[in-house]
Nanobody
């Protein structure tokens, strides 16, 4: 069965860095676009970043541009999210998701087929 497992979350001070990983299994990983979304308490799950099947197309939310970097290694079935210059407003549960369809990665949450369980990121001020 398809599994996406996030790791790397934790507690960090403002200005610090974290590196999240999304490990996939049970699917032909290189056939899927992968996105990261986040959900703060009491708020909707929102788009953070996405990368297309071979990494040719990448999109970022305006709020993370210049601070976050997404990358993927299809040989290892892994997508990585490097988060630098973290702010308290980045605090959320971060989810990775996989999307089979479309020509490029989408920002639309409803387009994603599979989701991980999430990893908590907490940024203290």
């Amino acid at each position: 069965q398809v599994q996406l497992v996030e790791s790397g979350g934790g507690l960090v001070q403002a200005g610090g860095s974290l590196r999240l990983s999304c490990q996939a299994s049970g699917l032909t990983f290189g056939s899927y676009h992968v996105g990261w979304f986040r959900q703060a308490p009491g708020k909707e799950r929102i788009f953070v970043t996405a990368i297309s099947r071979i990494g040719a197309y990448i999109a970022y939310a305006d709020s993370v541009k210049g601070r976050f970097t997404i990358s993927r290694d299809n040989a290892k079935n892994t997508v990585t999210l490097q988060m630098n210059s973290l702010k308290p407003e980045d605090t959320a549960v971060y989810f990775c998701a996989a999307d089979l369809d479309g020509l490029r990665a989408t920002t639309e949450r409803t387009e994603y087929d599979y989701w991980g369980q999430g990893t908590q990121v907490t940024v203290s001020s």
